[in-house]
Each structure stands twice: as C-alpha cells, then as structure tokens.
C-alpha cells in the first residue's frame, strides 16, 4: 500500500515571500502524484499533477512541484505568495494502476502580511 | 470544466433520522465516484467508491448498511447515513473521475451536524 508524508503541518509566511511545502510518499509500484489545495469550508481543489514526463510540473496560481523518485518526493513550491494563498494544502498518491487516492495530513499554510 | 456539485451543503438533522447527500458532475460523465470524510483539522478518509450501475466497495471500518452509497448514472452518486447519530456529524465530500482519467475532480462538501 501506498502512503503519503507531509512534514509540515503549518508554516506560517510573510506575503510575497516563497514559500516550499514537502511531500514525501512510499510505494512499490509507480504512482500518480497530485496537489490539493482546501480553502475554509470547501472542496479540494486541484492545483497540479504529475503522471509522466517532465519531473518540473506547473499549475494555477503560480505553484510549481518536482517530482524526484530516487528521493520518493513530490514538494510543492510557489515564489511569492498572496493573502490568498492562506489555506490547507495536501498531496495525494495513487498508484497507476489503481483507484484509490491516499492523502497526506495536510499543510496549513497562513499567510502575513 | 470537470465541475462537481454537492447538495446540500449543509444539514442539520435529529439522531435517528436518514440523510441523503447529492454528489453530481455537471460537465462529464463520472464512471467512478469516490465518497471521502473530513474531520476538523484532518486529512481525508476515503469511505467508498461506487461504479455506474454496481455495488459501492467500501473501506475496512466503514458501515455499508449505515452509509448507503447509490450510483444510479453517470452523473449522480448519492450517499444516505441512515440513523444518524451525533458521531456521525462530519465534513463528507465527493469526488468524480471522469471515465478514462486519473483526476479526482472534488465537490464542495456537505457539512453535516447530528443533534
């Protein structure tokens, strides 16, 4: 079974700052890697995926991940952040060949002015 | 594109009674429907996923007979927490997958209080 490692469960940031969250996974077959970001009282919505290709993966708002399998990781980096950016954000895994999206715990990142 | 509803987003019901939360793609056809539940300050737990027109495959822990997982189309899956008790109160959401693709796409969630 696959699981799924975010190592930091809040990181607080000044606007316009950069700002990295990390995403660790373990698994035996390969996987699918995404970012989820949860915004107060809503759904999760996608921010980025990667299923192949190149390792640098791009989505909305700015955020950027690398996949990096030698080192099972999947972070998720945004240059400079918003006010708006303030939400909980999670990284999933699902294996290519199967249904099931495992998440991580979560990321609450608050952003300051 | 790939937008999912939810409804209601709220309830607020008395112990023992039946909800029934709506989960619907509006914009593609969903062959495969996840239901997930939140608590507070937590990560998502998948509770089942349903096929069109097959029996939902439920997760070790979960109830099959308390939360009733219909996927009559594929558009529409329906979740029922029968007899509803005050542990059941939750953040419950759904997901669709469209038919050939490996993106979950997430509806807004149902925020359900069991009194």
């Known amino acids: 079974a696959q699981s799924v490692t975010q190592l930091d469960s809040q990181v607080p940031v000044f606007e316009e700052a950069p700002v990295e969250l990390r995403c660790n996974y373990s698994s035996s077959v390969s996987v699918y890697l995404f970012w989820y970001v949860q915004y107060p009282n809503q759904g999760l919505q996608l921010l980025l995926k990667y299923l192949s290709g190149s390792t640098l993966v791009k989505g909305i708002n700015g955020f950027e991940a690398e996949f990096n399998k030698s080192q099972t990781s999947f972070h998720l980096r945004k240059p400079s952040v918003h006010i708006s950016d303030t939400a909980e954000y999670f990284c999933a895994v699902k294996r290519a060949a199967g249904n099931k999206l495992t998440f991580g715990g979560g990321t609450r990142v608050l952003v300051k002015p | 594109g790939a937008v999912v509803s939810q409804h209601p987003s709220r309830v607020i019901c008395k112990s023992g009674t039946s909800v029934k939360i709506e989960c619907r793609s509006l914009?593609?056809?969903?062959?495969?429907m996840f239901w997930y539940r939140q608590f507070p300050k937590q990560s998502l737990m998948l509770m089942a996923t349903s096929n069109e027109g097959s029996k939902a495959t439920y997760e070790q822990g979960v109830e099959k007979d308390k939360f009733l997982i219909n996927h009559a189309s594929l558009t529409l899956s329906t979740l029922t927490v029968t007899s509803a008790h005050p542990e059941d109160s939750s953040f419950y959401i759904c997901?669709?997958?469209?038919?050939?693709?490996?993106?979950?796409?997430f509806g807004p969630g149902t925020r359900l209080l069991v009194l």
């Open positions: 997901s669709a997958r469209p038919g050939l693709g490996e993106t979950q796409y």
């Open positions: 914009d593609f056809q969903a062959t495969t």
